[in-house]
């Protein structure tokens, strides 16, 4: 009976001898701006966070009080920059033990704001005790309410409490239920408990959403040993004797300088790093421990933070390490810019690397490289990639534009915009010339960068480029328009535009006019897609406007073929209106038929309402990686098909002709009953085409390994699509990164209908299926640096799924392809992840639900 009670495990709290600490998590709710009389007696407040575009330099200060007596001294937040939200995600330590504490200890919590040299701005402050009811020591995240413009109260009771007891707030409820189910005081059901809390994540979002109020997420320690979790309880050691010692025998003071520059360190760098050592570090060479070492560190991967030891170690054996490409790249990060001797001596031997790769020259474009002669330098080894191969990068490219400096004052920074082939490269002039040239660049654009000249110095010589440019810039330019990303792409695009018409060559003179004709046909698309779903109606209705407005002549003028935004090679030459149709989702997309010049036709997919920057990311590393593994022999047979953004609202995505998993199975009864249908062949094995059969294994197993990798969520059979030659491939990239709106996902989407079409478990199509996943991870991993360098570029590209943790975007990549892993370790892993895929019933149950939700949808 004994064993069927749930034991509780306890510290005192006067036995834990460790510093307070908590986490500062993130700040939601909207600030209100004062009225013109606050602004007018205090002119300084226009300089304050309330009136900035992005959000402002907050910070948190913290100070633990008891009976209205501070305890220690305040300790506040570290400086960070703040992009889209107030995130610190910072666990702070106060000057002051746990066991230290009195039993009505409360911290105190305040936000401020940086307005002017050595003015704060009161933000607001909050209140929360550092022990519960019970006497326990508070654990986990709590949300607490923020009082606006007043600083947090430290007296009891505090006038400005985080917890409010209010019976008609949501949160607090919600709270209270977790915090029991959390005791054990509710029956646990494991697929409902993970239901449900995201629904209460759900819920507190959308409270604060219409709440008026800020509230301040914190996190408390918890402390856990052996796997154990323990509760600390408030106790008191003699608190039943009569004396007590008020000023204990030692007493230790707070010391003030303690974050500052450790001279001694500093010391160290700087003679480690004199231009005297540089004589004995160029005869150099490392020991085999140490060259080993070395090794090490050039195969780290992009994301990792270099120790100070790594970083000491890779200056000392520079000079060796320069005749390895890969090891540029960290030998850069170790460098320490703010010293005008190391980085002069670094941008030295730079010029003296052996050349890096293009893959890796991406890597010096991210926001962590901001020297102009190192951005210039990668823009250089851009220079080695073929159109083709630009192309692939191109949507990053066009996002490392926002970390580029201003090059404006730089001799020589439009010396891009020339072909570098023919004689007016600044190189081939005498310096009068390239004064000359700087000044009147200088006057003709104020602004401008290395990376943007020579991305606009591409598109002068390809339409293609030139194109999927202005269509990057141009998504860019339509989300908010009050952020610092939207004006510099905004003059990007304007300095675009101007340059292809600025000496008024033929070529690019075109080349601005399709654009301009490119631009007003997607608003066309955008307009009468508006006015058919603002026509009543039903989905048979408004197909009925759609074609009636398509056939109408004046709609647009294709007399002139015109080069698709969607993929340019194909230029149309007008609508099939007949053809026209909408599909049955919610916003209704429309399927067009367009005319190309050779009589054909091309069908694409036009939504509005919709984002497609996810999709379109997903759809460039698809092809990426198809590349990738062709350059290796190795024909997965993907359909890398063509996505398009628009804007932040609206795109265009290509159309090819499948059928979805699910109807396949309800209409043909089995994969293979289908592929008998369409490629029957009486002497091969199940009765297919050995070219369907080989095509259908390997487009799975590419899918399987490019999905895991990319973390693609809410895989079900409707998003699955198969073609009559065989090709499997995946549609609708909703979630990506690890998110899934399902309960515990397969690692996989692996499921029994697609193993029972290749024969069964025991098939040889099965087993050379697992082979080919072997093999596609195998090489993927060694260009995995590639992959992180594009998602690195992209973290604040305001992509939904990355723009919830931008920070973790790499990382959640990187722990996919599981590089601590040897090749063997690698296959074995993937093992288990197909095992597990096959075998999860879970994911049958929810595939079932899913199957009868949209019956009834329909």
């Not at 080993?292 to 170690?313: A, C, F, H, M, R």
């Not at 289908?674 to 390997?698: L, W």
Request: hydrophobic residues 35%; aromatic residues 10%.
């Amino acid at each position: 009976m004994a064993d069927d009670i749930e034991r509780f495990y306890y510290v005192y709290s006067c036995d834990l001898d460790a510093n307070v600490s908590l986490k500062i998590g993130n700040l939601e709710g909207k600030r209100e701006k004062r009225n013109y009389r606050a602004l007018v007696e205090d002119p300084q407040l226009r300089f304050s966070g309330l009136y900035q575009s992005s959000c402002s330099d907050l910070y948190v200060s913290c100070q633990v009080y008891a009976d209205g007596q501070p305890l220690c001294l305040p300790t506040r937040t570290a400086y960070r920059p703040f992009n889209t939200r107030w995130n610190w995600n910072e666990w702070i330590n106060l000057p002051l033990k746990y066991k230290d504490l009195p039993r009505s200890a409360q911290v105190a919590l305040t936000v401020w704001d940086v307005y002017g040299p050595r003015k704060a701005l009161l933000v607001g402050g909050t209140t929360v005790s550092l022990f519960g009811k019970s006497g326990t020591l508070r654990r986990g995240m709590h949300d607490l309410h923020v009082w606006p413009d007043v600083e947090a109260d430290g007296s009891h009771p505090s006038k400005t409490p985080g917890k409010t007891s209010d019976p008609e707030d949501k949160m607090s409820s919600l709270a209270k239920l977790s915090k029991k189910h959390h005791k054990g005081r509710m029956h646990k059901v494991d697929w409902l408990d993970r239901l449900t809390f995201r629904e209460i994540e759900m819920v507190n979002e959308k409270e604060k959403r219409s709440s008026d109020s800020m509230f301040l997420m914190v996190e408390f320690p918890r402390i856990v040993e052996d796997g154990v979790d323990f509760s600390v309880v408030y106790y008191e050691k003699l608190s039943d004797e009569g004396e007590f010692h008020y000023i204990p025998d030692i007493v230790k003071v707070h010391d003030p300088e303690i974050l500052q520059e450790n001279l001694v360190e500093s010391k160290h760098h700087k003679l480690v790093r004199s231009v005297r050592s540089g004589t004995v570090s160029h005869e150099m060479k490392p020991n085999a421990a140490v060259r080993d070492q070395l090794n090490q560190i050039v195969g780290y991967p992009p994301s990792k933070v270099l120790t100070s030891e790594e970083k000491d170690l890779l200056w000392q054996f520079r000079f060796y390490l320069s005749s390895q490409k890969k090891a540029l790249t960290k030998f850069l990060k170790c460098v320490e810019w703010n010293e005008p001797h190391e980085a002069g001596q670094a941008l030295d031997l730079m010029e003296k690397w052996s050349l890096i790769d293009v893959d890796d020259a991406l890597e010096l474009l991210s926001e962590q490289f901001t020297n102009l002669a190192v951005r210039k330098y990668a823009v250089s080894r851009l220079r080695e990639a073929n159109d083709e191969d630009l192309l692939l990068y191109l949507l990053q490219l066009v996002q490392a534009l926002r970390y580029e400096p201003n090059l404006a004052e730089h001799t020589g920074v439009k010396q891009e915009y020339a072909d570098p082939e023919d004689g007016t490269s600044q190189e081939n002039q005498s310096p009068e010339q390239r004064v000359e040239l700087s000044e009147n660049l200088k006057s003709v654009d104020p602004e401008g960068s290395y990376l943007e000249a020579f991305l606009i110095s591409r598109a002068y010589k390809s339409e293609i480029l030139a194109n999927y440019l202005f269509w990057y810039l141009r998504v860019e330019c339509s989300g908010d328009t009050t952020t610092k990303a939207h004006a510099i792409y905004s003059k990007i695009i304007r300095r675009y535009i101007k340059a292809l018409l600025q000496d008024g060559i033929p070529t690019r003179v075109r080349k601005a006019r399709m654009l301009k004709r490119q631009q007003h046909f997607i608003e066309k698309l955008v307009q009468t897609m508006k006015t058919v779903a603002q026509y009543g109606g039903n989905r048979k209705k408004k197909i009925e406007k759609l074609q009636n407005i398509l056939e109408n002549p004046d709609w647009i003028d294709l007399k002139e073929p015109l080069p698709l935004p969607l993929d340019p090679n194909v230029r149309i030459t007008g609508v099939i209106a007949e053809k026209a149709t909408l599909f049955k989702s919610a916003l209704m997309p429309a399927k067009f038929t367009f005319r190309t010049v050779d009589d054909k036709e091309y069908i694409a997919i036009f939504k509005s309402g919709d984002d497609l920057r996810q999709d379109q990311l997903i759809l460039q590393i698809i092809r990426l990686m198809d590349k990738l593994l062709m350059l290796e022999n190795l024909d997965l047979k993907l359909t890398p098909y063509n996505v398009l953004a628009t804007s932040t609202t609206s795109g265009c995505v290509q159309f090819i002709e499948s059928c979805p998993v699910a109807e396949v199975l309800a209409s043909d009864g089995s994969i293979q009953n289908f592929f008998r249908k369409h490629a029957p062949c009486e002497s091969a094995p199940c009765g297919i085409s050995p070219d369907v059969m080989d095509t259908y294994v390997k487009s799975c197993a590419g899918y399987c390994v490019i999905t895991y990798l990319l973390g693609i969520g809410d895989r079900h059979l409707d998003n699955l699509l198969l073609t009559k030659s065989g090709n499997l491939f995946h549609i609708d990239f909703g979630y990506i990164l690890g998110r899934d709106p399902k309960p515990l996902p397969p690692p996989m989407k692996l499921s029994k209908e697609m193993v029972e079409a290749m024969g069964g478990a025991q098939s040889e199509f099965y087993q050379e299926f697992r082979r080919q996943c072997y093999t596609a991870f195998l090489h993927l991993r060694r260009s995995a640096n590639l992959i992180l360098n594009l998602f690195a570029l992209m973290v604040d590209a305001t992509v939904p799924d990355i723009a919830l943790e931008p920070d973790k975007t790499v990382k959640k990549v990187e722990a996919k392809f599981r590089l601590d892993l040897s090749d063997e370790e690698a296959v074995h892993y993937l093992q288990s992840l197909i095992d597990e895929s096959v075998s999860a019933m879970f994911a049958v149950v929810v595939e079932q639900i899913h199957k009868f939700a949209q019956y009834w949808r329909k």
